[in-house]
């Protein structure tokens, strides 16, 4: 189980008026009264009022239970950007259930790892979706799977509802996937107090009001597309969410034509791509007030073109799934949208930039150091314990490195952890490797980030092949797919080499080698 915060933290965090005892379904019945008529969700298979959602959910909920969903349960959720996605959600968090948030990338072997770690009791899931069937990587990896899109899913949501017990708030609600960097995802315990902290306040710092028009370009199920502000923010909000199928440019601005959307948040690969087709584009895209850019740095010139092109403000997100969201503020001055990534929610969002080698030495004011942070949404532990990543005193190592100005705005100016930030898709170098080895002719294998001029960086595999072999690069990608995993843990470039083009670091760490790789590969 989970770490969690202290006993006087929590009196703190709850004195502050920022835990407040809700839960999940009880904020939803809550919305469900205060807004019936308002449009709550749109997907393009649906378009339901905050009152048929919280029907829905109820209807969900009871349907769980009578399929056998205890309280306590993990479930995995692996769906795409359909309003059903909500729906279920909101039903499992009324059963008592936690949602395991995979993403619809996923494969196999990344699922398997979920299902392991949470012990969950089920996957939901989607049947064929853009060309891959779920469901049947659900069934090769768990007995208990429901198809969202099946009669079997269609008959529980037809169950009557009912009332059953609310879980406990200050209990873990679901499990988030941290981006990794020593190897499979690792999973994040939140809670329904500290996580609807951070969705109300994002909420309102985004702006949001009931007119608003929130829209989910990226899955869903990613910690930002869900709750910075996201899906879950429009909705505390009263706003309308609406569930973008895919991320491209004319979807996008189809959608913010038709729905009149307000604000919507993507990756800077993404934003770059939109403010091109803007230029040509013949979708009013004038409602759109607020574009956030975040999830991989937002590079001062990206920045700069974005309201131009879009004719909206930009907002600067950092943010992690452990916890700490960072935003520039709507009335920042330009240089602090242009040239941060923002601040953080909370006053009482603990951050410590310390020496990289010494996270006991704090580095001076406006200074490059490693980011350590603690707070009222942040967590203690991870799911399944990796204790290195917290200080003894509860600061949750970020791994990336920034500079804090005296507003309190953060620069992020690179990382120390052992992951490739492939345009805003967190990769572990060491899940790479793992992959890597496990090929007959692989002797030894280091993953390292190149940079690239859409993603901001991608992938790039060294591999020493053992004596005699001489493995393809193509060969070696296709091993990797071919293991079910997500598209973007295939290295993007694969060296084969018959050492490391690197002196003197061949014998000692994988990190000390990565870096000097990392070094090499930079310089070409
Ligand atoms: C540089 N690096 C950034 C940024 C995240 C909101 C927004 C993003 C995420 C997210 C999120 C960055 N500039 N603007 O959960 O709620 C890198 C950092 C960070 C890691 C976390 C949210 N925004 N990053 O991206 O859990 O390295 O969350 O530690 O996927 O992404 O990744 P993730």
């Known amino acids: 189980m989970s770490t969690t915060w202290p006993t006087e933290f929590a009196a703190r965090y709850r004195a502050a008026g920022y835990w407040r005892g809700q839960t999940f379904g009880a904020l939803l019945t809550a919305l469900g009264a205060a807004h019936a008529g308002r449009t709550a969700v749109v997907g393009d298979d649906a378009r339901w009022t905050y009152a048929e959602l919280d029907d829905r959910a109820h209807r969900v909920a009871a349907g769980l239970r009578d399929w056998g969903i205890r309280p306590g349960d993990r479930v995995v959720v692996q769906l795409p950007n359909v309003a059903e996605f909500v729906a279920a959600v909101f039903g499992l968090w009324r059963a008592g259930a936690l949602p395991v948030f995979a993403l619809p990338a996923h494969r196999e072997t990344e699922l398997r790892h979920f299902v392991t770690q949470s012990g969950a009791a089920a996957i939901l899931t989607v049947g064929v979706y853009e060309r891959h069937d779920h469901a049947a990587t659900a069934r090769a990896v768990a007995d208990r799977v429901l198809a969202v899109d099946g009669a079997e899913y269609a008959d529980l949501a037809a169950t009557a509802p009912r009332g059953l017990p609310d879980p406990d708030p200050a209990g873990v609600a679901f499990l988030q996937l941290s981006g990794g960097s020593t190897g499979l995802p690792k999973l994040i315990p939140r809670t329904h107090d500290d996580y609807l902290y951070s969705v109300r306040e994002s909420a309102r710092i985004c702006g949001l009001r009931p007119q608003s028009v929130y829209l989910a370009a990226l899955p869903v199920a ?71 850019v975040g999830g991989a740095k937002c590079g001062r010139e990206l920045a700069e073109r974005i309201g131009p092109a879009l004719g909206c403000q930009l907002q600067q997100v950092f943010g992690m799934a452990e916890g700490l969201v960072c935003y520039t503020r709507l009335d920042d001055p330009a240089a602090l949208v242009l040239g941060t990534q923002g601040r953080p929610i909370s006053p009482d969002d603990e951050i410590r930039v310390t020496d990289p080698d010494d996270p006991a030495v704090e580095v001076a004011p406006g200074e490059v150091g490693a980011l350590l942070t603690r707070g009222p949404y942040t967590i203690r532990g991870y799911w399944d314990r990796d204790a290195e990543a917290f200080t003894p005193d509860g600061f949750y190592r970020t791994g990336d490195l920034v500079r804090r100005l005296p507003s309190g705005h953060l620069e992020v100016v690179g990382r120390a952890k052992e992951q490739i930030n492939r345009g805003g898709e967190k990769v572990a170098a060491a899940e790479v490797e793992n992959h890597l080895m496990a090929h007959p002719d692989v002797l030894d294998a280091a993953v390292v980030g190149v940079p690239d001029e859409y993603l901001g960086e991608r992938t790039c595999a060294y591999v020493v092949p053992v004596a005699g072999a001489a493995p393809s690069g193509a060969d070696l990608r296709r091993f990797v797919r071919r293991r079910g995993v997500a598209a973007f843990t295939v290295p993007d470039l694969v060296r084969v080499v018959p050492e490391f083009p690197v002196t003197g670091v061949g014998k000692t760490s994988k990190r000390e080698l990565r870096a000097a790789l990392t070094a090499h590969a930079t310089k070409g």
């Open 222 to 292: 990613h910690n930002y597309p869900l709750s910075s502000p996201g899906v879950l923010g429009a909705l505390h909000a009263g706003a309308k969410a609406v569930l973008a199928p895919r991320p491209d440019a004319d979807t996008a601005f189809r959608l913010i034509e038709a729905e009149r959307v307000t604000i919507t948040g993507v990756v800077p690969p993404l934003a770059a791509a939109w403010a091109q087709a803007a230029a040509r584009t013949r979708r009013d895209l004038s409602s759109l007030e607020t574009l956030q």
